[in-house]
């Protein structure tokens, strides 16, 4: 579906679906979901009053509630559906590969067709020398996957003691124990236990918002690499194998680096034998304009990328581990008579997902959807900053098609509401009854929609946002929660 099409295609697929809808029974959907599933992210004190949304349909950058009410999704799933819902073609590459070879181990000396074909197409889209993949079914493995693998590259050079990993405070890096252990968001942690020092260890992680009081964002860079080289120093080299880094921070709040950081932190990880991992999963497969951000974006070539979401547009569960040549040099070598490199899962490298990265890479490239990102990226924020006279909003931020709207109390002092207030919740029911979908993070409301979003959805949006943020304004003062002088 070419990307000016899409607003004609969404209307026809309403007015087609408002006849279909009578075959979805929402009650008992509703209420098997409530009674069995376990969500991720849930919130148990709503959830079990209220359920769920039950979303039944899609097309573009649409979802359609199982009652047929259709919803601009400002989130694309997950961060996730970056050529849009419904793609046919997807579809058949899908169930061709199913019906024809649906799945053969990966283990050993066997491989499928479609694996290894992905395998070269991302090799000559990732960084050089980035040549060689290892396959998980999503961000967390992928990371999961890297320390295990960083331990043992290290292991065969004969430095055993360097183990310890550097992660930064809100950043995110998954939900598995290790991939959770790792996310430095302590809201992510309540209740759970982390795996700790000395193994995971944490730096700041950059905020602009909320740098310090007078510091310009290059000074602001100085300090946060004297931060990390004290870190290192302390921990001492010999100990840190690895720096992991989204190159915009997703879910700890959009955070964007400022200017020459992630170039500092990539010359500290060399000077220090440190492996940099860039954990693309979000930035990667045209979010940022770029099938990769790291070097295309902002100019520096790490050890690895790992990636998901955006490989598949989420039509199939597939990550991608992708690493340098010279770290497989040294994991490629036998350790000992006999032995094998013993990792990796029974779905590495599924046929019918890679089928589906593969169809959704050429989509990508067939429409120049990075191409378009690019062109409509930077209006999406000129946008977006427009909401920045409200009273609430504090900041605005983010890059392409990947944004983030703060909440705050107060804008002189940049003070938070109490969390009790929900201010992100508020401002997403709002908007999800005009029919948008933008996600709540606590004081935070973040868009991160399909990339075929046009100029007139991305004004629609826009001016939904604002209405919602009004109304919750409006709310806030007549609950005596928020005094606008």
Not at 345 to 374: K, M, Q, W
Request: hydrophobic share 40%; glycine share 10%.
């Amino acid at each position: 579906m070419p990307i000016e099409h899409e607003i004609s295609v969404g209307v026809e697929a309403e007015a087609a679906a408002a006849a279909r809808f009578d075959q979805y029974d929402t009650q008992d959907i509703w209420q098997k979901d409530k009674d069995h599933f376990i969500h991720p992210w849930t919130d148990f004190s709503t959830f079990k009053e209220q359920g769920s949304m039950v979303v039944a349909e899609s097309e573009g950058a649409y979802i359609f509630d199982s009652d047929g009410k259709r919803y601009l999704d400002g989130i694309g799933g997950l961060w996730c559906v970056n050529v849009g819902y419904g793609r046919a073609e997807i579809g058949r590459a899908m169930a061709e590969q199913a019906t024809k070879m649906t799945y053969y181990s990966s283990f050993g000396h066997h491989t499928t067709i479609p694996v290894a074909e992905l395998s070269a197409k991302l090799a000559s889209l990732a960084p050089e020398p980035l040549n060689h993949v290892l396959y998980g079914s999503g961000g967390s493995m992928a990371n999961d996957t890297t320390v295990r693998l960083v331990h043992f590259y290290f292991n065969q050079l004969g430095m055993p003691d360097k183990k310890m990993i550097i992660t930064r405070e809100n950043g995110y890096h998954g939900s598995t124990y290790l991939a959770m252990s790792m996310t430095g968001i302590d809201y992510d942690h309540i209740g759970f236990d982390v795996i700790g020092e000395p193994l995971i260890q944490r730096v700041s992680g950059p905020d602009l918002y909320r740098r310090p009081e007078g510091t310009t964002p290059e000074e602001y860079t100085d300090l946060l690499l004297a931060e990390f080289r004290t870190k290192v120093e302390s921990l001492g080299p010999q100990n840190v194998a690895a720096f992991f880094a989204e190159p915009i921070m997703g879910a700890g709040g959009v955070l964007v680096p400022p200017p020459g950081y992630l170039k500092g932190m990539r010359d500290l990880c060399t000077e220090f034998q440190i492996l940099f991992v860039a954990d693309e999963v979000v930035t990667a497969f045209g979010r940022l304009g770029h099938f990769f951000a790291s070097e295309d974006v902002f100019g520096i070539v790490p050890d690895i990328i790992n990636s998901a979401k955006g490989l598949t547009s989420a039509y199939a569960p597939l990550s991608a581990t992708i690493i340098s040549d010279g770290i497989y040099d040294v994991i490629s070598v036998p350790q000992a008579e006999g032995s094998v490199f013993a990792h990796g899962f029974t779905y590495s490298g599924h046929p019918v997902c890679c089928a589906a990265a593969l169809a959704n890479i050429e989509i990508i490239e067939r429409e120049d959807i990075c191409g378009h990102v690019r062109r409509v990226g930077p209006y999406f924020s000129e946008r977006l900053a427009s909401l920045s006279d409200l009273g609430i909003v504090g900041d605005v931020r983010g890059s392409h098609f990947m944004q983030c709207v703060e909440n705050v109390a107060d804008k002189g002092t940049k003070e938070l509401f109490d969390p009790s207030v929900h201010v992100g919740d508020r401002v997403a029911e709002a908007c999800e009854k005009r029919g948008l979908i933008v996600r709540p993070i606590a004081h935070l409301n973040v868009l991160s929609p399909p990339l075929v979003l046009s100029v007139e959805q991305i004004d629609w949006m826009v001016d939904v946002l604002r209405d919602g943020i009004i109304e919750v304004q409006a709310d806030l003062v007549a609950e005596g929660l928020w005094n606008p002088a």
